[in-house]
């Protein structure tokens, strides 16, 4: 069976109750495991986006390989995470805003408690042998109508920033909420990473706007097979698919109105 290469978007690596997380970004740390494992006996090989980018740059054959990627650098991307990737042995990419280190996280209750790691813990991140640190914007910056300079600025900004902090390179990028403008791949590429992701529907396999498929906190086996084979949203257009997902929200709308007792 052809295993393609897939690079998947994950976002916290904890167990965050829902009424915490209304977007459902955060995954918990065994369901993350059971993913991993899965591709592993799938036979995949992993890569940071670095790596990922220079295979494809050079027109390697890239069946069977992942590429994990982790959005926005939630703290417990250095307590959770790490220690997962380590046991595994499989390497990962975290993409971080500088301007908001140590923020609690916007996008989750502030009763979670959930907050992005300091820049003193992604430093510690950083010198993790399996992580990759990635730029995604010092301040979560949304790309989707930035004009070329102003995508460069804040690409190259943001880069020169951690670069400063890690003394290393940072060669990856993340587009925030996976948008961005025409003009961002050639800004990407000028200043001076090697690829910039998004996710969703959106992208192909050019190196300045590759694709990725985003887990969330509801996907279960049968959802993330799907995503790890690059099927899932072909699959969620037809017209099959549209109206279960009408059905469900229906069934759900009902439900709602039942009174309780």
């Given at each position: 069976m052809r295993r393609p290469p897939v690079v998947l978007a994950y976002h916290g690596i904890a167990d965050?109750?829902?009424?915490?997380?209304?977007?459902?970004?955060?995954?918990?740390?065994?369901?993350?495991?059971?993913?991993?494992t899965r591709l592993k006996s799938r036979g995949y090989r992993f890569l940071t986006m670095a790596a990922f980018a220079d295979s494809l740059a050079s027109q390697d054959d890239l069946e069977a390989t992942c590429a994990l990627t982790f959005d926005d650098g939630t703290e417990d991307h250095l307590t959770n995470l790490a220690p997962i990737l380590a046991e595994l042995g499989v390497p990962g990419t975290v993409y971080v805003c500088p301007g908001l280190f140590g923020d609690p996280y916007p996008w989750c209750d502030p009763a979670a408690g959930v907050r992005l790691m300091t820049s003193e813990?992604?430093?510690?991140?950083?010198?993790?042998?399996?992580?990759?640190?990635?730029?995604?914007?010092?301040?979560?910056?949304?790309?989707?109508?930035?004009?070329?300079?102003?995508?460069?600025?804040?690409?190259?900004?943001?880069?020169?920033?951690?670069?400063?902090?890690?003394?290393?390179?940072?060669?990856?990028?993340?587009?925030?909420?996976?948008?961005?403008?025409?003009?961002?791949p050639d800004a990407a590429r000028r200043a001076g990473y090697t690829s910039a992701v998004t996710c969703g529907a959106r992208g192909s396999w050019e190196p300045f706007a590759l694709k990725r498929q985003v887990l969330h906190t509801p996907d279960g086996p049968v959802t993330f097979a799907l995503k790890s084979r690059g099927l899932y949203h072909g699959l969620r257009d037809t017209p099959p698919a549209r109206l279960a997902r009408w059905a469900t929200r229906r069934h759900r709308h009902r439900a709602e109105r039942v009174p309780n007792g």
């Open positions: 965050v109750h829902p009424r915490h997380d209304p977007v459902r970004l955060f995954v918990g740390p065994d369901t993350l495991r059971r993913q991993v813990e992604v430093i510690e991140l950083s010198g993790q042998p399996l992580i990759e640190i990635g730029s995604h914007t010092i301040g979560h910056t949304v790309l989707g109508e930035a004009s070329a300079e102003e995508a460069y600025r804040e690409m190259a900004s943001c880069k020169e920033r951690l670069e400063e902090l890690l003394g290393e390179p940072v060669p990856s990028f993340c587009y925030p909420r996976c948008l961005y403008s025409p003009a961002c």
